[in-house]
Nanobody, 124 residues
Framework: QVQLVESGGGLVQAGGSLRLSCAAS????????MGWFRQAPGKEREFVAA????????YYADSVKGRFTISRDNAKHTVYLQMNSLKPEDTAVYYC?????????????????WGQGTQVTVSS
């Protein structure tokens, strides 16, 4: 069983930055692919970014490319999402997810474990 705990959300003005963290339990964290997804009120959950098991490959949604950066520290069992140049449309609950086969994906259905989410609100 893997437990994921997100932190770092909050309220920020447009143009500002936030750094989300997702701490994972489990000895085999370094073998998991990790992803960040978000869900705004009344909308479906959408892909934001993903990273493979080693951190050598990353993948971003077009809407965040160039503004967000996903990274991981396998020694700390933590994945990060650095969010810069935030826009009001980035407002959502952000979730991290783990995929145990180590292959990153933009499909939420392919992830095996999910955190509870952290709220990000961007004011205009």
């Amino acid at each position: 069983q893997v437990q994921l705990v997100e932190s770092g959300g909050g309220l920020v003005q447009a143009g500002g930055s936030l750094r989300l963290s997702c701490a994972a339990s489990g000895r085999t964290f370094s073998s998991y692919a990790m992803g960040w997804f978000r869900q705004a009120p009344g909308k479906e959950r959408e892909f934001v970014a993903a990273i493979n098991w080693s951190g050598g490959s990353t993948y971003y949604a077009d809407s965040v490319k160039g503004r967000f950066t996903i990274s991981r520290d396998n020694a700390k069992h933590t994945v990060y999402l650095q969010m810069n140049s935030l826009k009001p449309e980035d407002t959502a609950v952000y979730y991290c997810a783990a995929r145990i086969d180590g292959i990153y994906s933009s499909s939420s259905r392919s992830y095996d474990y999910w955190g509870q989410g952290t709220q990000v609100t961007v004011s205009s």
